[in-house]
């Protein structure tokens, strides 16, 4: 199986909302290729247009400065922006401002503003105080430095004068001021989430959906909005209404026309779960799958089943009988796991197994908890551990162990397809038929088990706890995703309208008529 979510976001943005962020940002605007969506800082770093931070320093003066012989100094200061990937003939380019020069002054003044461009490979901030000398070379008399890990945290201050790598003399100290911004925190789709976050909080993450339903249905090819959506509603303690919502309309789309392709294709509705499902279940999947997949990643030696793959000395039904064990062993960690998955997993999918019996379609309930579960969730998972925290920190999955991870998941797609011996189209798969079978009717009893809501269950468990801070970040993509797309969410909202009752329908148009307020009056759209 191939994991398409995580699609390319590579995209030359144009119409108003372009124009907002030139305007806003001061650069043109491109989106980069979005690898991995599993972190709010990572999901911000695709989206602003701003690559660096801006970093304002205000150079005061100088106190008690002093040349070696004792004679008044002529100060100035020199300003560096350390960076260690500037190549060694380009660190001139460190170099980044100067201050006059005060001419006999062992006390000078200079209250000097500086805004510098701050690239996040930076170090820290230089400045050097140096004698200004018009007959020999200029006298060093100290430095300064500002590292990047303070530049938050620090405001302003006396600092006394350390010895630079030219002289071990330093004698004084200098006054400055500092302000940092980050990049995210430049960038105006950005400033807009934040001063306005508590409004667009309430007319997005609605009890109706209505507004919801409608951004979704416009920016259903964008992974950041399912991504942002589902924290921003988890948040608010209505995720699992949202989540259902979305696979009821995906349900209602193709139950009587196409059926058999309910859930396979990529939707926002199956990105939107995919994403809950991953964020509440960080427990559950160490528990469940995190063993398994390390004990293959550390030996994948014996699995491969294709006579062109395969090592010429190994056995392809010794390697099909240890493929099939994995999965095996695999899925008895989930299946013996019923209690220990998220409550709200199953409320979303016994939710789903209830709405297409009440729609006249009880055949299709088993079929339709796998995709959405198997397919959608723990497939994925299993071929891509990386991306959901089943490895360890930046360790990297070899092509050879994917593709024995992509196999394994081929048969847990079969057991949840409930495919026959005669439907398995690859030659290499079909001699696993009488393994792969035994495992069928645990694969029916465990999806019907887990749609039999208990009175309580497990709480959901998440990797990372979000902070204020974050929720904004992710507002700012909604923003920014919005605003390239108001024309299409208006059109679609529209739509959606046709058959509510006419006073919830102005009421819906009426909240539709704030967001635009607020992203227009902001973003000059």
């Not at 609605?206 to 509603?233: N, Y």
């Not at 559950?284 to 294709?306: C, F, K």
């Not at 090592?311 to 392809?316: F, I, S």
């Amino acid at each position: 199986m191939t994991d398409r979510r995580i699609a390319a976001l590579v995209a030359s943005e144009g119409g108003a909302a372009a124009a907002a962020r030139r305007r806003c940002t001061g650069e043109g605007g491109r989106l980069t290729a979005l690898s991995r969506v599993s972190t709010v800082d990572n999901l911000m770093e695709h989206l602003h247009g701003f690559k660096s931070g801006l970093a304002t320093l205000v150079v005061h003066g100088g106190r008690s400065l002093a040349t070696k012989s004792g004679k008044k100094p002529s100060p100035f200061c020199t300003i560096y922006v350390e960076d260690p990937t500037t190549s060694p003939e380009k660190k001139k380019k460190n170099k980044a401002a100067k201050t006059r020069v005060a001419l006999q002054e062992a006390s000078p003044t200079w209250d000097e503003e500086f805004e510098l461009e701050i690239p996040t490979t930076v170090t820290g901030i230089r400045v050097v105080v140096s004698s200004y000398n018009k007959l020999i070379n200029n006298e060093k008399l100290g430095e300064i430095f500002l590292p990047a890990a303070t530049f938050s945290s620090f405001k302003t201050g006396l600092l006394p004068l350390l010895p630079t790598e030219q002289s071990a003399y330093a004698v004084g100290s200098l006054s400055v001021s500092f302000n940092f911004m980050n990049a995210v925190a430049r960038n105006c789709f950005y400033k807009v989430a934040r001063s306005n976050f508590n409004a667009l909080l309430t007319l997005i993450v609605s009890p109706d959906l209505h507004l919801a339903i409608g951004i979704c249905d416009a920016l259903s090819a964008d992974d950041t909005t399912a991504v942002a959506l589902v924290r921003l509603f988890n948040k608010q303690g209505q995720a699992p209404t949202f989540v259902s919502e979305l696979l009821d309309r995906n349900v209602c789309s193709h139950v009587d026309k196409k059926p058999c392709v309910l859930f396979r294709g990529d939707s926002i509705a199956t990105k939107v779960a995919n994403q809950y499902f991953r964020l509440i279940c960080y427990q559950y999947l160490q528990q469940t799958l995190r063993p398994h997949v390390e004990e293959l990643l550390a030996n994948v030696s014996g699995y491969e089943i294709d006579p062109e793959r395969a090592p010429p000395t190994d056995d392809l039904k010794t390697n099909g009988e240890h493929l099939v064990e994995f999965v095996r062993a695999l899925l008895k960690s989930i299946f013996e796991a019923v209690d220990s998955m998220p409550y709200n997993v199953r409320l979303v999918l016994s939710d789903l197994h209830s709405r297409l019996e009440k729609y006249g379609h009880p055949e299709l309930c088993t079929t339709a908890v796998a995709a959405i579960f198997f397919l959608r969730f723990v497939c994925p998972a299993i071929c891509f551990p990386e991306q959901y925290y089943l490895t360890s920190a930046g360790q990297v999955v070899e092509p050879e162990q994917r593709r024995i991870l992509t196999l394994a998941v081929k048969i847990i797609q079969s057991l949840a397809n409930a495919k026959t011996e005669e439907s398995y189209r690859e030659a290499i798969m079909a001699p696993l038929f009488p393994l792969i079978e035994p495992l069928q009717q645990p694969m029916e009893d465990f999806l019907h088990e887990i749609t039999n809501l208990p009175g309580g269950g497990q709480p959901d468990t998440v990797h990372t706890n979000l902070t204020d801070e974050d929720y904004v970040k992710l507002m700012s993509v909604l923003v920014r995703n919005m605003a390239d797309k108001l024309t299409s969410i208006e059109k679609s909202i529209g739509e959606h309208l046709v058959p509510l009752p006419q006073a919830e329908g102005t009421k819906v148009a009426e909240v539709f008529q704030q967001l635009q307020v607020i992203l227009r009056k902001n973003l000059l759209l």
